[in-house]
């Protein structure tokens, strides 16, 4: 949530932090806005709405200056409007924050007392005049803004400009996403990689209680208490071009077409069928400590989840290890029972979910073991992790996950195999041929995907559709569930997903011929129980969509619309399935006229609580 990007250096600083802030829009946001040094003080424009409305706001007032600090505001203290956008001034200080600063009512009525006036309903603005004050009794930038961190509680990423001290830029890290990127005589600090790939990929990612501070042409990194810290740069390898539409008229399709493209490079260099082997680079857990585990418990929010209730299948099965499956606002506060012999796999898109990232630490805390899996190198829950499977998919725009989403399952198909062969409940043959089949699997989904045009029609056919019900059973039943998630995302279509043995039991009462009822019936063991769900449904006169392998069998009989997926082994028929129920809430979407890369009230990361 929410965006901030700064910048100094000799160019104008107002086009680069507007560019940075157009590749931070997938993070939503309700407001906007810019504050620049312009040679004699701190000039800010902000509007509520889209960057569009910060734009003609500056073609009408434009800035002016080489440093300054950008923001988009997706509401938390304070309803969107203009006043409460970001930065927040006061005196000679103006304030970019992400996070939450839990005792801001608390400093708010000690300031008041002292003679500040507030003019947002926000927390930042707190920062701004504490900053302010520290400023006025010490005289020195850097040191105030220290002062006013350590009066504050709660999660932050800041990027902070003085006029008395206009050469200067700091930025600081506690609890939410922070990145500096090094240029050529310029600087750069911004909440994800994309905002500056433009300019340069050689990047510093700010630990917990960090600080970065830019002046006389250089940068340096201390801790909160201004103690000297080193670090090292990282190379990264996404090209710029990675984050735009490529022809696309969405984000999220050109993220739906790249699916075979980001599987095949999560299996690049993992699997080695003609040993029977999975090498996992980062697992940071040896043979011994997979051996000795007792259980495992996944934990993960939204479309995460579902890829980790895919995975407690797949685990199960080959690793013989028992699963739990924990959404991970919950886990936390259930006491959850964790000892050094239990495994806790976070999922993570972003690497830095609040409510993920908090149920780390309480399983650290406790002393279990951890293990991410997460698209973004170097996040929080990667590096706070005992190790880290990196998914590669690339940079994901569009707020409905869709490449993260199968590329996780791929993960934890890694995982469940690599976790099989160490405990010796796979052998090298059985690993092959999962092996084999998991290679085949970026060619299926070309297959797949060729079927876009007759998902068209089946979208034209179904957009009124007020609810729809999604069933499957077994490893399926979690893509019922994503696909549901998806439709309700994008088109704002009521949907729900249901393990399809369930539908006797509550959501049979809901069907009839207004309801669609898409099916998820491969070719497996529970095939002809989930017919006969079918057969439940029409004798009802519901409306029945399909999806199954190919060819389809004829036991399915008369369906609204059939859609095939190519037949494959069933542990790796999820990655499959999930390509139609995207498409398919991806044009109803379009046809419905929604913002499908922004869907009202979501953001792509959610980083509080």
Known sequence: ??????????????????????????????????????????????????????????????????????????????????NNAH?????????????????????????TAQGHVFRSETDTEIIAHLVDHHFGQCGDFEQAVRLALAEVRGAYAVAILCEDEPDKLIAAKLGSPLVVGAGKDEFFVASDIPAMLAHTREMYFLEEGEMVIFSGGGMRFTDLQGAAVTKTAKTITWSPLMAEKGGYKHFMLKEIFEQPRAVADTLAGRVFPERGEVHLDGIGLSDEQLRSLERITIVACGTSWHAGLTGKFLIESFARLPVEVDIASEFRYRDPLVNDRTLTVLIS?????????????????????????????????????DGVIYTHAGPEIGVASTKAFTTQLVALYLLALHLGRVRETLDMEQCRRRMEALMALPRLMETALEADGQIQQVAREFMAARDFLYLGRGIHYPIALEGALKLKEISYIHAEGYPAGEMKHGPIALIDEDMPVVFLCPRNETFEKVVSNMEEVRARSGRIIAVTSDPPSAAIGPVDALLTVPDCPDDIAPVLTAIPLQLLAYHIAVLKGTDVDQPRNLAKSVTVE
């Open 1 to 82: 949530m929410c965006g901030i990007v700064g910048y100094i250096g000799p160019q104008e600083a107002t086009p680069i932090i507007l560019e940075g802030l157009r590749k931070l829009e997938y993070r939503g946001y309700d407001s906007a806005g810019i504050a620049v040094f312009n040679g004699r003080c701190i000039d800010v424009r902000r509007a509520k709405g889209k960057l569009s409305e910060l734009e003609a706001r500056l073609r009408q007032e434009p800035l002016s200056g080489g440093r300054g600090i950008g923001h988009t505001r997706w509401a938390t203290h304070g309803r969107p409007s203009e």
């Open 87 to 111: 930065p927040h001034c006061n005196g000679k200080i103006a304030v970019v924050h992400n996070g939450i600063i839990e005792n801001y009512l608390d400093l708010k009525q000690r300031l």
């Open 349 to 385: 898109q972003s690497g830095e979910t609040a409510d993920t990232l908090a149920a780390l630490r309480e399983a650290r805390g406790k002393g279990g073991l951890a293990l991410a899996v997460c698209n973004v190198v170097e996040s929080s829950i990667a590096r706070e992790s």
